[in-house]
């Protein structure tokens, strides 16, 4: 696992920026400790996602990529 310099940002499809800060990395290494070695994929869904829907937390939404390829673990 390799810290990116951060903050990172991206646009979204409406053009807003948006932020993977310090904040967002701690939560992936508890919560998605998987997607570490993967924050250019994730930015990559932020900046040009297939499908989009509204996040339960009002003023957030989610993005998502119908096939997202990440780094072969062989």
Do not use: C, N
Not at 26 to 36: E, G, K
Not at 49 to 66: H, K, N, T, V
């Amino acid at each position: 696992m390799t810290k990116p310099e951060l903050p990172r940002t991206v646009h979204d499809p409406d053009g807003r920026v948006v932020e993977f800060s310090e904040e967002s990395w701690r939560h992936i290494m508890v919560q998605r400790p998987q997607l570490l070695d993967d924050v250019d994929a994730v930015l990559a869904v932020v900046a040009r996602p297939d499908y989009r829907e509204d996040d339960p937390i009002a003023g957030r939404e989610r993005f998502y990529q119908q096939r997202l390829q990440t780094r072969s673990a062989g």
